[in-house]
């Protein structure tokens, strides 16, 4: 090949949205939309204004963005989005940084198929959420790190939306597991809609406006997770069948609400083995609110409250509280204004 050739051959792949490689991966080297399975590397940075940037149309699609970053100048579209129904999705290994989501999935069908696993992404400079994947059949986000979100606004954006509609995908799972999200401009989580399980682990939230975690629906385990602040809330649960497992939570004022928005909502959690301790200063706030029924409350260390270390509100009912240390809050260890609350022995006052 001459040199005139080779040029002409260099301006075409440059010009083109995907070029073939070995191992039959497809390098990406603009702004795409993938149609067809198979596996997508990302062969340099990408600048663009898009709405998209990347869409993904396709079955069993591995973007790799290899290292690089995605950088969308406009606040308007979402950097990369999947289609309705996309399945086997995977993207992995790099940085998304502007757009109004960094990836989103929307869909409108309760009986969506849609698969979905995101790992090792840097995603920052969103003007909403990092992420917002609504009515997926299975969503998995592992070890992400979300920064600077929701520049639209006050208490506009955070890290992961995940939602579905009302009563549910049957059978949705999910994992949210060793994620860092920081500096963000709404919740690091919110879960909204019922899941078969979803297992959310070992994340570390610091600095989230609004609640750091917030969980609207049921089947989920936070275990593990490590949230301060020194902004805004903690936990809020307004569900059925949520397990507060071993988290650690410091630098806030009000840590956890446990409440009911209406039937079913708010009834049957277990808040187990968690670390409470308040922000320095937080007069008159409570630890952990109890507005709802048929709660266990065990093994939690509370202290540092301005008034109560647990406080049962008059709809509160029914709720075991055993084996917790109550030392230390101002207004005492447990006001309880509910009915049929029971002291199950082992608290230490």
């Known amino acids: 090949m001459n040199k005139a050739t080779l040029l002409i051959a260099l301006g075409l792949a440059v010009a083109a949205p995907g070029v073939r490689a070995d191992e039959g991966r497809t390098m990406l080297i603009g702004p795409a939309t993938i149609t067809q399975p198979g596996q997508y590397v990302l062969a340099a ?7 998209p940037v990347i869409l993904i149309q396709s079955d069993r699609v591995t973007l790799d963005l290899n290292g690089h970053t995605i950088r969308n100048a406009s606040h308007e579209g979402h950097t990369v989005q999947i289609q309705e129904n996309a399945r086997s999705i ?32 840097e995603i920052a400079e969103v003007y909403s959420a990092a992420v917002t994947v609504q009515n997926a059949r299975s969503i998995e986000v592992l070890s992400c790190r979300f920064r600077n979100t929701g520049l639209m606004g006050l208490f506009f954006g955070g890290g992961i ?5 009302t009563g549910g995908v049957p059978g949705a799972t999910g994992r949210v597991e060793n994620n860092d999200m920081r500096d963000l401009n709404g919740p690091g989580l919110s879960v909204t809609g019922q899941f078969n399980s979803l297992l959310v682990r070992g994340n570390t939230i610091v600095r989230a ?27 809020q649960v307004n569900g059925t069948g949520v397990d507060l497992i071993d988290n650690v939570l410091s630098e806030k004022c009000l840590l956890a609400s446990i409440f009911s928005n209406g039937p079913p909502t708010g009834i049957g959690n277990r808040i187990v083995g968690n670390v409470f301790q308040a922000q320095p200063g937080c007069a008159g706030v409570d630890l952990l609110q109890v507005a709802s029924s048929r709660n266990v409350i065990e093994n939690n260390l509370i202290r540092g409250s301005g008034t109560c270390g647990i406080v049962f509100f008059s709809s509160a009912s029914f709720n075991s509280y055993r084996g917790n240390m109550l030392r230390g809050n101002a207004g005492g260890a447990v006001c309880d204004s509910g009915t049929g609350n029971t002291d199950n022995g082992g608290n230490i006052f």
């Not at 940075?45 to 709405?51: F, K, V």
């Open 45 to 51: 940075d990408i600048d663009a204004t898009g709405s």
């Open 90 to 121: 995977r993207i992995r290994n790099g940085r998304i940084f502007g757009g109004l989501v960094g990836i989103f999935h929307g869909v409108s069908n309760p009986a969506s198929e849609t698969s979905l696993s995101l790992e090792n992404l």
């Open 161 to 165: 939306d995940l939602s579905s509609p």
């Open 209 to 235: 406006l609004d609640w750091s975690i917030t969980i609207n629906g049921g089947g989920v385990r936070l275990e593990g997770n490590t949230i301060s602040g020194p902004t805004a809330w903690g936990i």
